[in-house]
């Protein structure tokens, strides 16, 4: 009794009284919370970050050099129980420099610059990236000044070029002066490898322990009275920001955000597309008949022996690899489904109704009876299996992505997890780089697939009562 | 006595399928060539290699640049008519037409078997093993247990167990591929207990027995991932299947008569539900011979998919068409013949007379 109720006051309240009736489903609820994070997430991210700049930005490898490789989200230390690095940039001003005029009129500099280290692991890298203008290429020698106050001669380099770096963590020569320097301190070979950043954060014992505490770096060179140097010593970090990096450095977060709208536009405007589309087109083979239904079956059956994949992967290489292009060959393919067989049956009982011979008798054209008078009547049944459908079609731009197939200028979810496994994450174990394109992934289609079954229990009785 | 009318639907609907297999193998070589585009390719290839030839040869060092010319140019006409090259691509793609509906799939254009044959054939064949191995195992595997966990809780309907299936049965949205990809996190990553793909261990193994069980353990991972994939769904919807023709009066009136639910199952809600389920398995298992891309990618496994991803990067077309052509044979003839079997058996649908 309570049930026929529902369903009148359902045909009353309209749409608002199909919302209330799926917010009725505990499952739905959470499916339509999930989806509103997901609009309100691609909404934030189309704002402040716009397309092409993300596109740029994604593609750029200079504009991350300043992040650390391969780097964990920052939350990862709740399951490690320690506190992790972050990058710390140690700038060198020309203006901060103590310069002392010589008697050959040149100038003799020199910097010192402290940073605090407080982590409980050592840094993943340590690069110095110089940026100066000079007369004369000058020698720099490095000093690195441990919290204790002991002060470590590292290297004399001659600048190559005005903006030259120094991968510090590559240089042999240095990693061994550092573990003979540790082997004499400690008396006795460490149980570590002293590579250069555990010579110069490590305490002077056998196990790798970091000393924390204020670091100093010093810089001492000679220049010409108009020479600028500038510079910045870069401690890369082992965790970077919500996401982490990849191998190229670049924040996860920003393929992580667009991959949302991406996905979620491309599966519902498939999902939409297909469904109406196909919806039409097996309401004309069944309202027409003869021969416009005998070329549609035909094509019907065509589609059915065609792989999918294979030929999607033909018709979006045969032209040009793009979201709208993939999109399109996609809804091509898919609109000629199996599924038309069943809408045609169900039109040609409906075509025999009263009040549809009541419309033709009083003259309506046959466009008008399809659109007006058969679509509305077999569109709602369709919804649920419209919004059940987004995820297949979410997983299939993932597929392509994951591929190497997708489009090649953004960032989606599917590349992520295909740079992400060719970069050997499964092997050196980066959890973070596969879990979370999966992990919004999942989220994505859950969400439809929850909305979706409740939709289909509204509108299929029979299954609410089973 | 076979009916008239009967001999009649069959012939048409045999014809039918037969025309449209004629144009979706027609279309498949359309766009594997790219309307063409990879005969002018292999026509260019052709021209350079002959060009270096005849330039690098000291036998014609001494000609003029002219006189090599039309030396090159003879070269490469009678190419040509060696590799059929000279007729246009439409012609061609008839001829080719011809050749995949005979399954005379003739040469690669790049892709070579791994005992280093050029032959589409036995490119095909020696990765057909390890498609059928893996994924039409795994297609029955996923079909039975779906069917007997289906009549099991459509038995049980409204148990706890019956809402955890319901509740769990949105996870099949998921492919198969990503549960692997979990799966190879949480087998090797973490446990380091199971490879992340591949067919065999590295080197393969001399004896047969240790061979298969590497085999065996390198298919554990792919495989459930698609049980995984499929389970829930496919139990529920299997349930929600039976449950709906359990409340038929024929059920009600055995279930009346005291028969035993093993009776009632398999007597009167399996046996008129038989051809759906027969259709099912049937198309699933020919579904399961064309391999699957992106799981054979995501576990490294050199089955059909791979060879058509690799075919397609190329392109080889004479690889990709044979594939097609291969299954779209099988389907067709799957379907003729399911359509042709319900005709005769089932007395419900009337396909001939009146």
């Known amino acids: ?466 | 006595m076979i009916p008239k009318g009967f001999l009649k639907f069959v012939a048409k609907r045999t014809v039918l399928l037969l025309i449209s297999l004629v144009i979706a193998v027609y279309i498949s070589i359309l766009l594997a060539n790219f309307g063409g585009l990879i005969d002018e390719m292999v026509k260019s290839d052709l021209m350079m290699s002959i060009t270096m030839n005849v330039r690098n040869n000291p036998a014609y060092q001494g000609l003029t640049a002219s006189e090599r010319q039309k030396i090159i140019d003879s070269l490469y006409q009678s190419a040509l008519e060696a590799r059929g090259l000279n007729t246009p691509f439409l012609i061609r793609s008839l001829y080719h037409l011809k050749n995949a509906l005979t399954l005379d799939l003739g040469t690669a254009l790049y892709l070579t078997s791994d005992s280093g044959s050029k032959q589409v054939r036995l490119i095909i064949l020696e990765r057909l093993p390890q498609t059928i191995m893996l994924f039409t195992t795994v297609t029955i595997i996923n079909f039975f247990t779906n069917l007997l966990g289906g009549l099991l809780i459509a038995r049980k309907y409204g148990s706890k167990i019956d809402r955890v299936i319901a509740a769990l049965a949105p996870t099949s949205v998921i492919p198969g591929w990503v549960y692997g990809i979990f799966l190879i996190l949480i087998f090797y990553t973490w446990l380091h207990v199971l490879p992340p793909g591949g067919l065999v261990d590295y080197p393969p193994p001399k004896d047969p027995l240790i061979y298969f069980l590497s085999v065996l353990k390198h298919m554990v991972l792919p495989m459930l991932s698609w049980i995984i994939a499929g389970l829930f769904l496919g139990i529920y919807s299997n349930r929600t299947f039976f449950l709906i023709f359990s409340t038929e009066d024929y059920v009600e009136v055995a279930k009346a008569k005291g028969l035993p639910p093993r009776q009632v199952d398999m007597g009167y809600v399996l046996r008129p539900t038989l051809p759906s389920i027969v259709t099912g398995l049937s198309l699933a298992i020919i579904g399961s011979w064309g391999g699957a891309i992106i799981t054979e990618t995501v576990f490294d496994w050199p089955g059909l998919g791979r060879l058509l991803s690799a075919a397609l990067s190329y392109p080889d077309p004479p690889v990709i068409v044979g594939e097609v052509a291969i299954y779209a044979w099988l389907l067709t003839l799957t379907v003729l013949t399911l359509d042709i079997v319900y005709a005769f058996l089932d007395p419900r649908v009337r396909v001939w007379g009146g």
């Open chain 1, 1 to 466: 009794m309570g049930r026929l109720k529902m369903s009148s006051s359902k045909r009353v309240g309209g749409l608002k009284g199909v919302l209330h009736e799926v917010l009725s489903y505990k499952s739905a609820v959470i499916g339509v919370a999930i989806l509103l994070f997901l609009i309100v997430l691609s909404v934030y991210t189309m704002v402040t970050i716009p397309l092409p700049e993300a596109i740029q930005a994604w593609r750029s490898s200079e504009a991350w050099s300043r992040n650390p490789r391969n780097a964990q989200p920052e939350w990862v230390e709740i399951f490690y129980g320690k506190k992790l690095p972050r990058t710390i940039i140690v700038p060198l001003k020309d203006a901060d420099a103590t310069k002392v005029l010589l008697e050959d009129g040149r100038l003799a500099a020199s910097w010192t610059v402290y940073f605090n280290y407080e982590y409980d692991d050592f840094p993943s890298e340590i690069v110095m990236f110089f940026n100066s203008s000079y007369s004369e290429k000058p020698a720099v020698e490095f000093y690195w000044i441990r919290p204790d106050g002991e002060e470590v001669f590292l290297k004399k380099h001659v600048l190559r070029r005005p903006d030259d770096r120094l991968y510090l963590s590559n240089d042999l020569s240095l990693e061994l002066r550092l573990e003979g320097l540790f082997e004499n301190k400690v008396g006795g070979k460490p149980s570590f490898m002293v590579t250069v950043e555990k010579g110069l954060f490590a305490e002077y014992s056998l196990d790798p322990r970091v000393l924390k505490g204020r670091y100093g770096i010093r810089f001492e060179t000679t220049l010409e009275k108009n020479d600028v140097l500038n510079a910045e010593v870069v401690i890369y970090g082992s965790v970077y920001g919500l996401a982490g990096t990849d191998h190229l450095r670049r924040p996860l977060l920003i393929g992580l955000l667009w991959g949302t709208p991406i996905a979620m536009s491309f599966g519902l405007t498939s999902a939409i597309l297909t469904t109406v589309l196909s919806l039409i087109i097996g309401t004309i083979s069944g309202w027409y008949g003869g021969k416009i239904d005998l070329v549609i079956q035909r094509i019907v059956e065509i589609n059915a022996v065609l792989p999918f994949l294979p030929i999607l992967i033909m018709l979006t290489t045969f032209y040009r690899i793009d979201l709208l292009i993939i999109l399109l060959s996609v809804v091509v393919l898919s609109i000629f489904s199996l599924g038309i067989k069943g809408t045609r049956i169900l039109v040609m009982q409906i075509k025999s109704y009263p009040y549809i011979e009541a419309a033709q008798a009083y003259g309506a054209s046959n466009m008008r009876l399809i659109l007006f008078y058969v679509i509305p009547k077999i569109l709602p049944p369709v919804v649920p299996g419209m919004i059940s459908s987004v995820p297949g079609f979410v997983f299939l731009e993932a597929g392509l992505s994951y591929l190497g197939l997708g489009d090649p200028f953004l960032p989606t979810w599917g590349k992520i997890i295909n740079d992400a496994q060719t970069n050997g994450a499964f092997y050196k174990g980066m959890y973070y780089w596969v879990l979370e394109p999966a992990f919004m992934l999942i989220l994505t289609s859950i969400a439809f697939a929850l909305i979706g079954m409740a939709l289909e229990k509204i509108v299929n009785p029979k299954l609410k009562e089973l």
